[in-house]
């Protein structure tokens, strides 16, 4: 069975740190770009990071940049998701999902996993 589980999400200070992870089952990461994708309160689903299986590329969002990390384990078959100094504006359900190409649109990504939460507040 093809699955994606994310976790790791929790309540978080501003200022902190908190990792999530994507962890992949039935299927190898190697093959895919993995995208971690968010829906704060209220919002539409927006893309956050991807990382390219092909080269180890990282694309961000403008609103996270330098603040947080995509980088995947090979070994685990595990993607993460490192947020340094999250803002109360990260809180969102985070998703992870795959897709040929980071550049593809987000209904072109799959696997979606169930979601986990991240609460950013002090």
């Known amino acids: 069975q093809v699955q994606l589980v994310e976790s790791g999400g929790g309540l978080v200070q501003p200022g902190g740190s908190l990792r999530l992870s994507c962890a992949a089952s039935?299927?190898?990461?190697?093959?895919?770009?993995i995208g971690w994708f968010r829906q704060p309160p209220g919002k539409e689903r927006e893309g956050v990071s991807c990382f390219k299986s092909s080269d180890g590329s990282t694309y961000y969002v403008d609103s996270v940049k330098g603040r947080f990390t995509i980088s995947r384990d090979n070994a685990k078959n595990t993607v993460y998701l490192q947020m340094n100094r999250p803002k109360p504006e990260d809180t969102a359900v985070y998703y992870c999902a795959v897709a040929e190409s980071c550049q593809s649109s987000q209904d072109a990504f799959g696997s979606w996993g169930q979601g986990t939460q991240v609460i950013v507040s002090s």
């Open positions: 039935g299927f190898t990461l190697d093959y895919y770009d």
